[in-house]
């Protein structure tokens, strides 16, 4: 089975602080995605990677930055957080573009982020 | 550009009902469809996709849906629901070839009353 292990479910920071959100895939994928969840608004991407070292930004990502510095791990960075950036965070793998059929992402568990 | 809407943020069926979840979607290129679904303070779950082929795709927990294109729609049923099918369920969409674009709609929570 596809693992992806989001290294906290829980966090509670000051506002400020600088917030490092760990996720890592066993399964060798190209791809991961970092996502945040809010009520009604559904996933929206900030952040995605498609290879070591690459990265490119998706619809959110003012106050976030991202790092792959292996394949199997991608970290979400909040540089300065702030209580609007309160969230369920959701990180994601897929295999790389090619796979025609095997296009799905495989998600973590989440981490629910409180900024206070 | 892709997007995804889901009609009815919240939906509720009494057990033994048919469930009818609605996703219509908008894409430039022929998509590749997925429904996911998260049970409480979890990730999100392949429900089935809907790549090439069939147009009627099933999937896990006894889930089907059907991707009919001159509609944009790829509704996701299932003909008895029970108490352990109350989830919040995803929609999403991804150019045909390009999996890095996955975009999800605001998602529809489903109740299921005994």
């Known amino acids: 089975d596809v693992k992806v292990t989001q290294s906290s479910r829980y966090l509670v920071k000051r506002t400020g602080e600088k917030v490092f959100l760990e996720c890592v895939q066993d399964m060798d994928h190209e791809n991961m995605f970092w996502y945040r969840q809010d009520p009604g608004l559904g996933l929206r991407l900030i952040y995605f990677s498609y290879d070591v070292k690459m990265k490119e930004k998706g619809d959110i990502p003012e106050g976030y930055s991202v790092s792959r510095e292996k394949k199997e791990r991608f970290s979400l960075i909040l540089e300065s957080a702030s209580t609007n950036q309160t969230s369920m965070y959701l990180c994601?793998?897929?295999?790389?573009?090619?796979?025609?059929?095997?296009?799905?992402?495989?998600f973590g568990q989440g981490t629910r982020l409180t900024v206070v | 550009a892709q997007s995804v809407t889901q009609l009815g943020s919240h939906v509720s069926v009494s057990e033994g009902a048919l469930v009818l979840l609605r996703c219509n979607y908008s894409?430039?290129?022929?998509?590749?469809l997925f429904w996911y679904v998260q049970y409480p303070n979890q990730g999100l779950q392949l429900l089935l996709k809907y790549t090439t082929g069939a147009t009627l795709v099933k999937g896990i927990n006894g889930f089907e849906a059907e991707f009919k294109k001159s509609e944009t729609s790829f509704h996701l049923t299932k003909p008895s629901a029970h108490m352990s099918d109350a989830a919040e369920y995803f929609c999403a969409v991804t150019p045909a070839g390009n999996n890095n674009d996955m975009r999800f709609g605001a998602g529809t929570r489903l109740t299921v009353k005994p």
């Open positions: 994601a793998s897929s295999l790389g573009q090619g796979f025609a059929r095997n296009t799905e992402a495989f």
């Open positions: 894409s430039s290129v022929p998509p590749y």
